[in-house]
């Protein structure tokens, strides 16, 4: 219905009308009033020369607190030069910055120019220059008549990266032996230790709800301490015997007592937020969640596989020690990790 | 040196004298002329490339200080110095040097709190660059390839930003680079090898910060100025695009002359962006390593998040379902880490690299294009560029869901499931609101041109019918909203030609037609002279024609409100005059 009659009206009416608007051609904005009036020019003219001098009067003050305002021994003393800098600094850059833009917004002619675009394509006869240009080297070099000297000249090119990249890939990655990622330095008899102070435990410091952060009480003999504490570290958590559901491995734990590596099995961030009332672990990372009472299984998050378990039990002196390594890879995934 | 002689002849003479130097051995003449007064379109939304260049020009100058006192060494250490809470604490060099070069060094806080703000800024400004010239269409030919260029800027600066927020060896990037190791790992095959690759052995190792520090003040800052080269060089060559108005068309470009004004301009947004970073490095504190302290891979920070451009990545991993990791014969492929660290950010970006080609092939248009495209009138682009980002967003805010939790007291689990859900519907709801409000403002470009602006004024006839007076548009605002052509779907040849031979290539052809109809299907016109005439011409019909000239599936709505009237500003006093009908 209204389709019809507007079509109707737009057909009845195509031979006076055409088929698209013209262009009305550019419009030049309308004057300022600084172009209007030298009075507001002039004032415009003071603005941006205040805006200069605040720049010169930062660069005063920034060279003043440099010396007067040292960062000193304090938080307050740093923060105190930090601000000052900062702010004179801010002084100095906007100062000028605002001076310019004021100066070309009011003062320079705001005249829009009219420029012509060219297609970037080249005209034909440059094109056909251009190929003869390239058909005449070709021609002058030969190429296309001694067949042997491209394939030996692309062969020798092809070969040449292998002298730069062999020595980089061979060296880069140490021995290459990524069978390290399986082991950790937990061995039959080594003690858990309180991480960070190397303090072995015994069964009886531990009460029940409590968790502990362990390391291997010596860690720092090993040759890389830092790597090795990347895979050996564990949670010690002492629950109800009655509230543990299950263990990862069975017979792992020792009354109670239970050790799990500390690696997300996700990513490899340190699962460090543990949970009393619910015996959960959290990744504060990506929030995968772990039961401890339940074999260290997953609950919630990214993660697929439990948190392998350590197995303990405690030595003549009481204290708790390790009955061996992880029985798994600790942390995340790999391509090759059962193999 | 010269020019401070104190006659003005004087100082003339010896800046003609250093011209006639260099153009005689240079040549320089031709450059000079050719730039000096060569003329840029002038638009707000042109700075946001300009912030992205600055506050790099920013991170260079800042960078170079910090070198000067940054030790990149993983050797240990026992902290002596001023912040008392670290005092013989065990640490790497580059931990202590860093604390040595905020607390010790004058400015030294100030530069690095400059430094990574910059960072931050560049990042930002590279985005919402990249919006702009997307939602303007300022990718199309012959633009396509610096857009690969920019698209390529952005990846190096997330290199960038990653390798540098890195260097301090505290805890919290040091888990960053953790998460880092684990998703390399995840890789099939060579993960293990690429892991060795990049730390030289086992995780931390000792040569990592030595090699991020030469990714980060080397490798990647020259890529970058590199390519910001040639963006720059291909944007000259093109001449910049312009917005849509009076006197604008494909064939010229409008603007204001390198000098002054241009020149001045730059030159004045360069102090702008860095003074506005200075400001934030002097009051607000970015990145205070001291509070997190050195890297020991047992304690790890709760609400620990990356920089801002990095959060996206952090929420994919943070939403994936562990369940999808499977073990193939003795392998295992965990592609709960596998999809969400590298199959979405490939998705994301590829699509996001491929857009140029993708709306290229569906359009079919070979002209160049140096207009811009106001958004509303590409309702498919826009659509789809508003729901990249909403994904974008949704990953942004999941990689920050352990905030929004303890903010709000929300659980945790229900958030996570919340955004689960929203990553897939989010998007799509973007799409057809962005779509349908594109249509709309095209909708009302049409009703004012066809019936101009309220005037609020209400004329009573003598027959005692009432209307509103509506003012016509002028030309130049006419021509905004004219000045555009709605693209419509490509037509693809028969499948058999004229003698029942099935031709090659249709199958491609009807690939690119269902392409086609999904960008233009959906279109509304802009308004022609003769609807314009028989608008003016038929008073009460005039509505009717707002909704004339849009695509098949655009079904004609009833415009509200009864019968308007177009009255000429200059004959308002007789609108009797007018040929109404009643």
């Known amino acids: 219905m209204s389709h019809d009659n507007t079509t109707d009206v737009a057909r009845r009416s195509a031979g006076e009308h055409p088929e698209r608007f013209d262009d009305p051609g550019v419009h030049q904005p309308n004057p300022r009033l600084s172009d209007l009036d030298e009075k507001h020019a002039k004032k415009a003219e003071r603005q941006v020369a205040a805006l200069f001098t605040i720049s010169i009067v930062g660069t005063i003050v920034f060279v003043w607190a440099y010396f007067a305002l040292p960062p000193g021994e304090t938080p307050e003393s740093m923060r105190l030069s930090n601000i000052v800098l900062g702010l004179a600094l801010t002084c100095i850059l906007l100062g000028i910055g605002l001076a310019i833009v004021h100066w070309a917004k009011t003062l320079m002619s705001n005249k829009e120019y009219v420029e012509e675009r060219h297609p970037q394509r080249s005209d034909d006869e440059t094109r056909a220059g251009a190929i003869q240009a390239l058909q005449d080297g070709a021609a002058d070099s030969g190429i296309s008549r001694r067949g042997a000297l491209k394939g030996a000249g692309l062969t020798a090119l092809a070969l040449f990266p292998l002298s730069i990249v062999l020595p980089l890939i061979g060296n880069v990655g140490e021995d290459w032996n990524v069978s390290k990622f399986k082991h950790t330095m937990w061995r039959k008899g080594t003690r858990l230790a309180y991480d960070p102070t190397g303090r072995p435990i015994k069964a009886s410091d531990l009460t029940i709800g409590s968790i502990a952060h362990v390391i291997p009480e010596d860690l720092h003999e090993a040759e890389s301490p830092l790597d090795e504490k990347a895979k050996a570290v564990v949670l010690l958590v002492r629950m109800d015997p009655r509230d543990l559901k299950s263990e990862r491995e069975p017979g792992f734990g020792f009354d109670g007592i239970v050790a799990y590596s500390k690696i997300c099995t996700h990513v490899g961030c340190p699962v460090a937020l543990y949970e009393q009332q619910t015996h959960h672990l959290l990744c504060p990372c990506h929030q995968s969640t772990f039961d401890v009472a339940d074999g260290a299984k997953v609950v919630f998050g990214p993660a697929k596989r439990p948190l392998p378990q350590l197995p303990i039990e405690v030595d003549a002196e009481g204290y708790l020690v390790a009955r061996g390594d992880f029985v798994e890879p600790v942390g995340p995934t790999f391509w090759e990790r059962l193999t | ?582």
């Open chain 2, 1 to 582: 040196m010269t020019t401070t002689t104190s006659s003005p002849t004087g100082a003339a003479r010896a800046a003609s004298a250093t011209a006639d130097y260099l153009d005689q051995r240079t040549g320089i003449g031709h450059a000079v002329k050719y730039f000096a007064r060569k003329v840029f379109p002038d638009h707000w939304s042109f700075m946001l490339g300009e912030i992205a260049l600055y506050s790099f020009v920013t991170l260079i100058l800042s960078g170079i200080f910090l070198t000067m006192f940054f030790v990149p060494s993983m050797g240990e250490t026992h902290y002596e110095g001023p912040w008392p809470s670290l005092n013989g604490v065990e640490m790497s060099e580059a931990f202590s040097s860093t604390l040595r070069l905020s607390f010790e060094v004058r400015g030294g806080l100030l530069m690095r709190q400059i430094h990574h703000w910059a960072a931050l800024i560049f990042m930002a400004s590279i985005v919402v660059h990249m919006m702009r010239v997307f939602f303007t269409g300022a990718f199309r030919k012959p633009r396509e390839i610096n857009w690969v260029v920019g698209f390529v800027l952005l990846i190096l600066g997330l290199a960038a930003g990653f390798s540098g927020y890195s260097l301090p060896d505290d805890v919290l990037s040091g888990n960053g680079l953790r998460i880092t190791d684990g998703v390399v790992k995840a890789i099939p095959i060579i993960g293990s090898y690429t892991s060795y690759f990049i730390f030289g052995g086992e995780f931390p190792g000792h040569d990592l910060i030595p090699r991020l520090f030469t990714v980060h003040i080397l490798l990647v800052p020259g890529l970058i100025l590199a390519l910001i080269g040639l963006h720059l060089v291909l944007m000259v060559m093109h001449k910049h695009t312009q917005y849509p108005g009076s006197g604008r068309s494909d064939k010229n470009v409008v603007g204001y002359p390198a000098l002054p004004v241009y020149v001045a301009r730059l030159g004045g947004n360069f102090f702008l962006v860095f003074g506005i970073i200075a400001l934030l490095a002097g009051t607000m504190s970015i990145n205070p390593v001291w509070n997190y302290g050195p890297y020991d891979p047992s304690p790890v920070s709760a609400g620990a998040q990356p920089d801002w451009y990095m959060l996206f990545l952090e929420g994919a991993l943070r939403l994936m379902p562990g369940g999808a990791e499977f073990v193939i014969g003795q392998y295992t492929v965990p592609l709960n880490v596998i999809i969400p660290a590298m199959v979405v950010p490939g998705i994301l970006f590829t699509l996001l690299a491929l857009y140029p080609f993708i709306e290229a092939f569906a359009t079919g248009d070979d002209r160049e294009h140096h207009v811009l495209d106001r958004p509303r009138n590409r309702p498919f682009r826009t659509a789809f560029g508003v729901s990249l980002l909403m994904a974008f967003f949704i990953l942004v805010l999941a990689g920050s869901n352990d905030l929004i939790a303890t903010h709000f007291h929300l659980s945790i689990n229900d958030i996570t499931w919340t955004f689960r859900v929203l990553l897939f519907v989010a998007p799509w709801l973007a799409f057809v609101i962005t779509k349908r409000i594109c249509l709309g403002l095209q909708r009302k470009d049409r009703e004012l041109v066809l019936h101009g602006h309220e005037t609020g004024r209400i004329v009573r006839f003598a027959s005692g019918e009432y209307i509103e007076v509506h003012k016509p548009l002028d030309a130049h605002e006419r021509w905004l909203r004219v000045q555009h052509e709605a693209i419509r779907p490509l037509e693809i040849e028969p499948a058999e030609d004229s003698r029942g031979v099935r031709r090659k290539g249709y199958r491609r052809d009807t690939m690119r037609r269902r392409l086609s109809e999904l960008f233009y299907e959906d279109r509304v016109e802009p308004v022609t002279p003769a609807e314009l005439a028989a608008a003016q011409a038929h008073g009460h019909g005039a509505h009717e024609a707002v909704e004339a000239g849009h695509g098949p599936r655009e079904l004609a709505s009833s415009a509200p409100g009864g019968g308007q009237h177009l009255v000429d500003p200059h004959d308002e006093t007789a609108p009797e005059g007018r040929n109404h009908t009643v």
